[in-house]
């Protein structure tokens, strides 16, 4: 079954340092998304992507925050400087535009 | 901003027992999704309901969408211990847009 993979699982990064999370989509998905989520509550949209674009964003989301398609199968989330209240869980999603969105793994970032 | 609301957000049943647990979300739509999620893991995609009165059942796990009251319901059936995770109902309003997340209902079933 087709899945959505990101990498890495794990990531530690001293405050300030730039990080740059990875998701693999699946392969016939149209539209993208990364979400986070701090340790036990909600689940908090960032971004969405379609047609090699942003086509939403929340207020989370700002000039710290980018994304890109780069090479047309990995979608990165990249951290400029990264801040202690970035530590969570950052879930890359895709979705086709018919049923529902698949989640990965999550990467567990932790600034320090 | 539409937003998603989920009761109760805590929940301890014991097994054998029949619960529901409630999403009120505030713009119409007709697309609504439920998601578990255990501890330190991913979301799980359990139910795609996508026109009202849609019903949909896996095992234990019914549920419901009333888009005219922009409800939705999980309902268990006779708990059991793996059924113990957090339920997330979400909606979007037209494609492509964000999911929003309810606030999630972590449901702990005891023995």
């Known amino acids: 079954e087709p899945e959505v993979t990101q990498t890495p699982s794990h990531q530690v990064t001293q405050m300030g340092q730039e990080v740059i999370l990875r998701c693999v989509p699946i392969s016939n998905h149209l539209y993208f998304y990364w979400y986070r989520q701090i340790l036990g509550q909600k689940v908090e949209f960032l971004v969405s992507f379609y047609n090699n674009e942003i086509s939403e964003k929340s207020e989370i989301f700002d000039d710290q925050f980018s994304v890109e398609r780069p090479d047309g199968s990995n979608f990165t989330l990249k951290i400029r400087s990264t801040k202690l209240e970035d530590s969570a869980m950052y879930f890359c999603a895709s979705y086709r535009g018919d049923t529902e969105a698949f989640f990965g793994q999550g990467t567990r970032l932790t600034v320090v | 901003e539409l937003k998603v609301e989920q009761n109760p957000l805590f929940l301890s049943m014991q097994e054998g027992k029949n619960y529901t647990i409630y999403c009120n979300y505030s713009?119409?739509?007709?697309?609504l999704y439920w998601y578990r999620q255990d501890p330190g893991k991913s979301l799980e995609s359990l139910f795609v309901l996508l026109s009202n009165g849609a019903v949909k059942q896996e095992g234990r796990l019914m549920a419901s969408l009333d888009t005219k009251a922009r409800l939705s319901t999980l309902h268990i059936t006779a708990a059991v211990h793996d059924l113990s995770a957090t339920y997330f109902c979400a909606v979007d309003i037209y494609t492509g847009n964000q999911f929003y997340f309810g606030t999630g209902t972590s449901l702990t079933v005891i023995p």
């Open positions: 713009t119409t739509s007709d697309r």
